[in-house]
């Protein structure tokens, strides 16, 4: 079983920078793919970003290309999401999530084992 907590949402002014952080519970960390996902009132949930379990490949979403930086520390069994240039149309609940299986589409919400409880993420304009 791999627990996730995500943690660095907030309150920020358009324009502005946050970093999130998910740390992942297991001996097993470096062996995941890690996601970001994030989810506004009255949609579904989006991909964002993704890292591979050896930080080599990166992946992420058209809208947050240029803005959005993820990271891993395996180490610290901890994956990252730095946040700028943030606008009104980031605001939206982030979800960190694991992919335990070496093949499939990292950015589709289905091919993920866990995920962590969220965090909120509001940008004002």
């Known amino acids: 079983q791999v627990q996730l907590v995500e943690s660095g949402g907030g309150l920020v002014q358009a324009g502005g920078s946050l970093r999130l952080s998910c740390a992942a519970s297991?001996?097993?960390?470096?062996?995941?793919?890690m996601g970001w996902f994030r989810q506004a009132p009255g949609t579904e949930r989006e991909f964002v970003a993704a890292v591979s379990w050896s930080g080599g490949s990166l992946y992420y979403a058209d809208s947050v290309k240029g803005r959005f930086t993820i990271s891993r520390a395996n180490a610290k069994n901890t994956v990252y999401l730095q946040m700028n240039s943030l606008k009104a149309e980031d605001t939206a609940v982030y979800y960190c999530?694991?992919?335990?299986?070496?093949?499939?589409?990292?950015?589709?919400?289905?091919?993920?084992?866990?995920w962590g409880q969220g965090t909120q993420v509001t940008v004002s304009s």
């Open positions: 297991g001996p097993t960390f470096s062996y995941y793919n």
């Open positions: 999530a694991a992919d335990l299986s070496p093949v499939g589409v990292v950015s589709m919400a289905p091919q993920y084992d866990y």
